[in-house]
């Protein structure tokens, strides 16, 4: 009617709010009953267990605000999960969602080569990736590290082990500490 989908905040503030009843509408609007997820910087942490919880999902609706955000109540109402790809601020969920939606296709069927590859990869188990090397085995001076040349799959498997958790350690030592915290 007045071909707006946002206004002011109620009590003041700078930006625009996305209205209630439109949110809702669009929302209702959708046959797909999965999950419904809010891409908003105050939301859950996006990890890769989250990824693959959605994963298994026959689908899911994404709800990207813009500005200020969404009325608060669309989101207690229409039990929208409100989900995070960090600690920034985007000027709408759209890219945020691009993440997620990459995230989540990468772990189905038939949309990479080998699904095993999603299963090595950083965070699958709380570790971080190993580093990857491939020919020529001496560039501008510097080796591939023979033990990846060796044939001897154990101590490759020791090698890259090793390596996941140095760089875990080094870079991210909170996937560290839940990494050595007991499981169980």
Request: charged share 25%; with cysteine; hydrophobic share 35%.
């Amino acid at each position: 009617r007045h071909r707006t989908v946002d206004d002011h905040p109620a009590g003041g503030g700078v930006g625009m709010v996305l209205k209630p009843d439109i949110l809702a509408a669009a929302i209702d609007g959708t046959p797909h009953q999965g999950p419904r997820l809010l891409m908003s910087p105050r939301g859950e942490p996006l990890t890769q267990k989250v990824v693959t919880e959605l994963a298994e999902e026959p689908g899911c609706l994404i709800v990207c605000g813009r500005f200020e955000g969404v009325d608060q109540r669309v989101i207690e109402q229409r039990g929208l999960r409100e989900v995070s790809i960090g600690d920034y601020i985007l000027s709408g969920g759209e890219p945020a969602a691009l993440v997620l939606l990459d995230a989540i296709l990468r772990l189905i069927p038939g949309v990479m080569g080998k699904l095993e590859s999603a299963a090595e990869e950083s965070f699958s188990d709380g570790l971080l990736e190993h580093p990857h090397f491939t020919k020529p085995n001496l560039w501008q001076g510097h080796e591939i590290p023979p033990i990846l040349l060796s044939g001897d799959h154990k101590a490759i498997n020791r090698w890259k082990q090793q390596q996941r958790e140095t760089l875990t350690k080094s870079r991210r030592p909170d996937l560290w500490a839940k990494f050595q915290t007991p499981k169980g």
